[in-house]
């Protein structure tokens, strides 16, 4: 192997294992916050009542979700109080974590 060869190998591994740290840091940061859902919505959002289960539930139906409920814009008993405080980071980050989750 060309000395060259060797130095484009190391750098992609470099560019491999820091994508993949800022990848886990942004799913630590969604588990984190998923800690105020998971007590109605299920463990990773696997509900097993009333409340609808949200895990593997598709991203983009759930920044649509999350967002309306946070103007009140969709009709909830209790969502619009969990969804106010919510920043877009928090809930891109909730997103990726629930639609990581396999559903039951
Ligand atoms: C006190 C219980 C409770 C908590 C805590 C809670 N939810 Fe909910 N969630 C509900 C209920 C009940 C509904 C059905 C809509 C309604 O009546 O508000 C719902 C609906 C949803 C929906 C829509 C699901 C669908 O398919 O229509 C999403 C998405 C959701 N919640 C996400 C979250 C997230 C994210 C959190 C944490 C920030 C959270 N919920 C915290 C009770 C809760």
Avoid at 41 to 46: A, D, K, S, V
Avoid at 63 to 88: C, N, P, W, Y
Wanted: glycine fraction near 10%; proline fraction near 2%; hydrophobic fraction near 40%.
């Amino acid at each position: 192997m060309t000395r060259f060869a060797k130095y484009s190998l190391l750098a992609l591994l470099a560019t491999w294992l820091i994508a993949a740290s800022a990848y886990a840091q942004e799913n630590v940061q969604g588990r984190n916050w998923s800690g105020a859902c998971t007590g109605c919505h299920g463990t990773e959002g696997r509900s097993q009542g009333a409340i609808p289960a949200i895990a593997g539930i598709d991203k983009a139906k759930f920044v649509e979700l999350m967002t309306a409920f946070r103007e009140g814009k969709q009709s909830a008993t209790i969502m619009h109080q969990h969804a106010k405080g919510l920043s877009d980071e928090q809930i891109d980050a909730l997103g990726d974590y629930f639609a990581s989750r396999q559903p039951q």
